[in-house]
């Protein structure tokens, strides 16, 4: 982008100057003429030889460079498209790649907390078959964490797993 800003900016300012050289050299000329018209014996056929010896060489010379030049902003602004549409596309593949993993992550999260809402009542007398509390005893802390560790453990397996078949099945669309 600031090459091609520099390039273009350089351009402008080679036009610049050829207008400057031709309205000079023109100036230049009229003078001579006005020189010559308040002394009509000098001798000053030099003096317009080199305003228009400057005009030809100089004035041409910046012209031709302004189109080499020019004609060079093309390769460099398709380069720049080129890499731009480069940057796109890769920002969209890391954009969807940001999204399959959201949406892998939140499915996982999703089921874990349904998995760990629907095995409250099924941790608890699972940890009461093998760890029995006596009647009329208050349940033992020992039993909570059993209870609370069965249901986190169970629910984050079944997050992976959930997040592992979402994660194949997003993966074997994208293939096929």
Known sequence: MWISHDYESGLGYLQEQALNIEENTQNYIKRVEAIAQLDPTSDLGFLQAFGEMATEKFLRHIHSDYQTLKAGLNPLETCIK??????EIEKTKNERTLNQTVAI??????????????????AEGIVNSILPVPANQPTPALNHWASFSLIFGLSVLIGIVSAVMTWRVLDIGRKS
């Open 105 to 122: 992550a939140s499915v996982g999260i999703s089921t874990a907390a349904l998995a760990a809402s629907a095995l409250t009542e099924q």
């Open 82 to 87: 080129t890499i731009a549409g480069i940057i």
